[in-house]
């Protein structure tokens, strides 16, 4: 029998891949430390999500990554998510009326998640935020979320060289038919490239673009 307050194996699993996405090319003994699991536990999990794919071993090191089996994943999840298709169109709008780049996140418990972005086709980008997890309210994205549960109007967040060096989020949300926040929509871009002449014009862009998303989201 279980004992109470006990974690299943998938969630040993889950907190095992998370760990992995956190902390990338670790070994069972940093694993098991990390995760509070004994070596021998940590060992059969590895060694199932290794057959799966899920997890690879490095055969130099012996340590583990994750595998291309989980990208494959991910991106199916992406595909599948039913408002990016709508999306993209006004994305690229975006993109090509700033010249920057537009992302979009949704919210994961207490952080959100990078899942799709319309790259700027300038010289100088932002290093990717694709796949990639940060504290909610460290990021514009996350602030604008996380504020419009509480406001029935599309506010825009700014953040300046707070999450990331040298660059700046602009971010607003994306509505589904109930009003309900399901996404932010971003402008990520290099704080040298982002001047105060700008800021309304994104901040005004970003608000349509946003509201013409979830007006589409809700026909």
Do not use: C, W
């Amino acid at each position: 029998m279980k004992k109470k307050g006990a974690k299943t194996s998938i969630e040993k699993a889950l907190d095992l891949i998370e760990t992995l996405k956190e902390k990338d090319n670790l070994g069972v003994t940093e694993l098991s430390g990390i995760l509070g699991l004994n070596k021998n536990n940590v060992f059969r999990i590895l060694a199932t999500l290794e057959v799966k794919g899920i997890v690879e071993q490095d055969k130099d090191t012996g340590h583990y990554r994750l595998g291309m089996k989980l990208l494959s994943l991910e991106y199916a999840y992406i595909k599948n998510l039913p408002f990016l298709k709508k999306a993209k169109p006004f994305m690229r709008h975006l993109r090509n009326r700033t010249l920057e780049s537009v992302y979009i996140s949704v919210l994961h418990k207490n952080s959100v998640v990078y899942i799709y972005s319309e790259e700027t086709k300038r010289s100088v980008l932002v290093n990717s935020r694709i796949g990639k997890r940060y504290l909610a309210e460290e990021t514009a994205a996350g602030k604008a979320i996380l504020k419009s549960k509480k406001s029935t109007e599309f506010i825009v967040e700014e953040d300046i060289e707070g999450a990331e060096p040298e660059v700046v989020e602009l971010a607003t949300v994306i509505k589904d038919e109930t009003n309900h926040p399901i996404a932010a929509l971003s402008i990520i871009a290099p704080s040298e490239r982002y001047k105060k002449e700008d800021r309304e014009f994104m901040r005004s862009m970003l608000i349509e673009t946003g509201r013409a998303i979830s007006e589409k989201l809700s026909l």
